[in-house]
């Protein structure tokens, strides 16, 4: 069993940044994959990033803004948020499973915290 709580969120203007957190219990951390995933209003969930323990993936819209890494030692994983732009604007979501490889899709992860509100002014 895995616990997740994010925090980080806020609103920003565009060109700001934000880095959001995700703490997480339970399973020993260095084996599990931790990803992101935002949902608009009105859009289906979808991936942002995620992390295995040496290698990262991206989606193409955040690719080169957005970094994901991991600081096992706090059990917690980070989701730097640089050059926002509205079209970030959603709920981001952090999730986890067990695993060697990082997984893009929502489906694959087993467990989820509450969402934390991302919005982005122009």
């Known amino acids: 069993q895995v616990q997740l709580v994010e925090s980080g969120g806020g609103l920003v203007q565009a060109g700001g940044s934000l880095r959001l957190s995700c703490a997480a219990s339970?399973?020993?951390?260095?084996?599990?994959?931790m990803g992101w995933f935002r949902q608009a209003p009105g859009k289906e969930r979808e991936f942002v990033a995620s992390?295995?323990?040496?290698?990262?993936d991206y989606a193409d819209s955040v690719k080169g803004r957005f970094t994901i890494f991991r600081d096992n030692a706090k059990n917690t994983v980070y989701l730097q948020m640089n050059d926002l732009k509205p079209e970030d604007t959603a709920v981001y979501y952090c999730?986890?499973?067990?695993?060697?490889?990082?997984?893009?899709?929502?489906?694959?992860?087993?467990?989820w915290g509450q969402g934390t509100q991302v919005t982005v002014s122009s």
């Open positions: 999730a986890a499973r067990s695993g060697d490889y990082s997984y893009t899709s929502d489906g694959e992860y087993d467990y």
């Open positions: 339970g399973r020993t951390f260095s084996r599990v994959i």
């Open positions: 992390r295995s323990g040496t290698s990262a």
